[in-house]
């Protein structure tokens, strides 16, 4: 059948683009007649919200997103923090959650390679991945299926490309039944003078695209993105990417070894939307005009339409604008690897998008309007009713020794051992620290002494509790965990999941959530320099729980001067460092409650941005200084599930006392932030107190001594180390072998 590009647009082609009628009516004004077929696939791809940001760009104004370490903030591939010594390390975090759904081998893997194209499309080599998962009820018909999938894509393409998984995060909730999250994040290394852009400069020059040929897979997959899933969902595995991993690993080498030639003007990845995005955001960004030719693209199937090959999401992609002198030798390093080069366009100084096909122009757009006039909303929001504090007289009871070991072996608080094993965490031989601590740790290779953490963080139930302290909390958990380690915190990138932004309640919960955000970002002088937003998480009007995480970078001047979680000794003293005058109180929005008593009571614990800066800055003297010998940031669970979690890593017991008189629940449950774990020698102790804590200006006693192959807290029974392990390692392979369902 012939492709009809001239084909009539009616409201139905409409509403399929993912377009409302408004939105249409401003494309008609903008270019004064009905678009091409291939148009309005154009417009579809560059106008939703995956690529517009449409309904958020209003809030994201308020991030910060610029300090003294930042060279490259939001805007472009991914974002550019100096590391000194002439370094930089760039990273970017980004969602593949619809397609992971649909089919989550492939969706996590295209996920992983997408992450990794922004950050060597910058010039930088990638060093090390996280991945953020969360998943549905355990006992859902799907999620052990979806599990398995996801993690055995993460793997494979991580671990063919050859880039360490360092940390990340899984959890399970059934707000997440139709609708998972994958967020996926990378960073790299590059020399700060040798940094790669997207915008085009100069006219006459050509477009080069680079990489794997253009087959049918992904297309539409940024209209699918963008919008809530029904019953129809299966009919959408079509949208799902296919990728090769080890293609990308010999695109990474050849981008890397022509950047070197001097014959990159601009680089840009084929991310969602593909050729589309690509070629109008490098054209628009330069103020030029761009002319393709779809004949010169090369594809690997019969018969492909433009409107196929404009919206085509296929992976390992890149496109480039090239010195003309350059060119013969950038296609013989290409060649080299055996990728296609092929010329397709040429830059243009009329500041329009055309598109040839077969001879003919099929699509002839003006390109900054495809961008700048995107249509912008200030949706209607609702902020969030707060919710009634606890009853102190109203917290069930349970024995401290049976809660403890109920947590730690649930789906919430369980090892995740059986998910990272199947990630390379150590190739390249730089990793310092693998998954299952506070941050992954790596080298930096070449330097002596300098290394990088990395750490995810976000605690959705808080979020929807209260965004605005949840926005807060997901900062500065991360702050804490790349604190924990001893990093200095460098920058941060975000990925704001959330519902359908159309609903006053979603969009309230995104606003107040950027708004926590921002003020944590301030305090801590932890800017966003890259990040991504994924509006409409829904299946069937159920929408998923406000989930912005936020990915964070640290460094560490001495990779001999860090911490572990594990106790180093026995006979050491462990201090509560950042504890107010009591040691816990917060249940509101506890695990404790939540998973032992099926209740999400009260509001989420507050966060006292300037008690976190006072915690971490003290932490990471100790830690500098050799005086801390072990690290560990309290979230969930508190200070029980902490301390287990210290023992367990390291074999060792401990005997941790109880303030007088109060409840034991809340001092070992509750999940007040801004605390630490910390060791040190007992010989430290009185230099500790008589020397630094007086001029610390916070509290920090000492709760207990390490020693012992059991843990004591309070006037509970002893619980030996042993038996901690056995619970906590149990539950997610016995889950996954089909043995329990919950």
């Not at 002494?449 to 605005?468: G, I, N, W």
């Amino acid at each position: 059948m012939a492709f009809d590009n001239n084909t009539e647009i009616t409201p139905k082609l409409i509403a399929d683009h993912g377009l409302k009628s408004d939105e249409y009516a401003k494309i008609i004004e903008l270019i004064g007649r009905q678009p091409t077929l291939t148009e309005l696939g154009i417009f579809s791809a560059m106008w939703n919200e995956h690529c517009s940001y449409k309904s958020s760009k209003k809030w994201l104004r308020t991030l910060p997103t610029s300090g003294p370490r930042v060279i490259q903030g939001p805007g472009e591939n991914a974002g550019v923090v100096d590391i000194g010594d002439g370094q930089a390390i760039v990273f970017k975090m980004e969602s593949h959650n619809h397609p992971s759904f649909i089919e989550p081998y492939q969706g996590a893997a295209t996920g992983v390679g997408g992450i990794l194209r922004d950050v060597f499309t910058m010039g930088a080599r990638p060093v090390a991945a996280m991945n953020a998962l969360r998943f549905g009820s355990p006992d859902h018909e799907k999620t052990r299926h979806l599990v398995s999938g996801v993690v055995a894509g993460v793997g494979g393409y991580g671990n063919s490309f050859g880039v360490p998984t360092v940390g990340g995060e899984v959890e399970f909730d059934a707000r997440y039944n139709g609708n998972i999250l994958v967020n996926a994040f990378a960073a790299g290394l590059a020399d700060t003078d040798k940094i790669f852009y997207s915008k085009a400069e100069g006219v006459g020059l050509p477009v080069v695209y680079l990489g794997a040929k253009t087959g049918r897979d992904g297309v539409g997959g940024a209209t699918m993105a963008s919008a809530e899933f029904g019953d129809d969902i299966e009919e959408k595995r079509p949208t799902v990417q296919v990728g090769d991993p080890f293609t990308e690993k010999r695109l990474l080498e050849a981008c890397l070894e022509l950047m070197a030639t001097g014959a990159v003007i601009a680089i840009q990845d084929m991310g969602a939307a593909g050729l589309t995005c690509s070629a109008v955001e490098m054209g628009a960004k330069g103020d030029l005009g761009i002319m393709l030719d779809l004949d010169k693209v090369p594809v690997r199937e019969e018969h492909m339409t433009p409107y196929e090959m404009m919206l085509s999401e296929s992976q390992e992609r890149m496109l480039m604008v090239l010195k003309p002198s350059k060119e013969a030798e950038a296609r013989a390093v290409f060649q080299k690897w055996e990728l296609d080069f092929a010329t397709v366009g040429i830059t243009t100084d009329d500041l329009r998008f055309r598109v040839k096909w077969q001879g003919n122009i099929v699509a002839d757009l003006p390109i900054k309007d495809l961008g700048d006039q995107a249509p912008e909303y200030d949706r209607p929001w609702t902020k969030p009713e707060p919710r009634a504090a606890l009853d102190a007289n109203d917290i069930p009871q349970m024995d401290v020794a049976d809660a403890l070991l109920s947590l730690i072996g649930s789906p919430a608080l369980s090892s995740r051992r059986w998910v990272y094993e199947q990630y390379d965490t150590y190739i390249q031989g730089n990793s310092l620290q693998r998954p299952g601590g506070d941050a992954g740790v790596i080298r930096v290779e070449g330097h002596p002494s300098k290394a990088l953490a990395f750490s995810s963080d976000v605690t959705p139930r808080y979020c929807e509790a209260d965004p605005f302290e949840g926005g807060k909390q997901a900062v500065a958990e991360c702050w804490r965990n790349l604190t924990a380690v001893g990093a200095e915190p460098l920058a941060a990138t975000d990925n704001l999941n959330f519902g359908n932004p159309e609903k006053p309640e979603i969009m309230g919960q995104f606003a107040e959530a950027v708004r926590g955000i921002g003020e944590a970002c301030r305090a801590l002088d932890f800017p966003i320099v890259s990040g991504n937003v994924s509006l409409y998480n829904e299946t069937n009007g159920r929408g998923i729980l406000p989930t912005p995480t936020i990915g964070g970078v640290g460094l560490i001047p001495d990779w001999s001067r860090t911490t572990r979680i594990g106790f180093a000794a026995e006979n050491e003293a462990i201090l509560l460092v950042g504890a107010p005058d009591w040691w816990g109180t917060h249940l509101g929005q506890s695990i404790y409650l939540r998973d032992l008593f099926g209740r999400a009571d009260g509001p989420p614990p507050p966060v006292d941005l300037a008690l976190e800066k006072k915690a971490g800055d003290l932490v990471r003297i100790l830690i500098r200084d050799g005086h801390a010998t072990a690290v560990h940031d309290l979230s969930d669970g508190g200070l029980a599930v902490g301390l287990a979690e210290m023992a367990m890593a390291s074999g060792i017991g401990a005997t941790v006392n109880q303030l007088e008189g109060g409840d034991p629940i809340p001092q070992f449950f509750g999940e007040d932030q801004a605390r630490y774990l910390v060791t040190i020698r007992r010989s430290f102790l009185d230099q500790f107190y008589d020397e630094i804590y007086p001029y610390a200006g916070l509290f920090a006693p000492w709760i207990g001594t390490t020693g012992g192959t059991s843990l004591t807290l309070g006037t509970a029974r002893a619980i030996p180390v042993a038996d901690l392990k056995a619970a906590h390692e149990g539950w997610f392979p016995t889950y996954m072998a089909g043995e329990i369902a919950a």
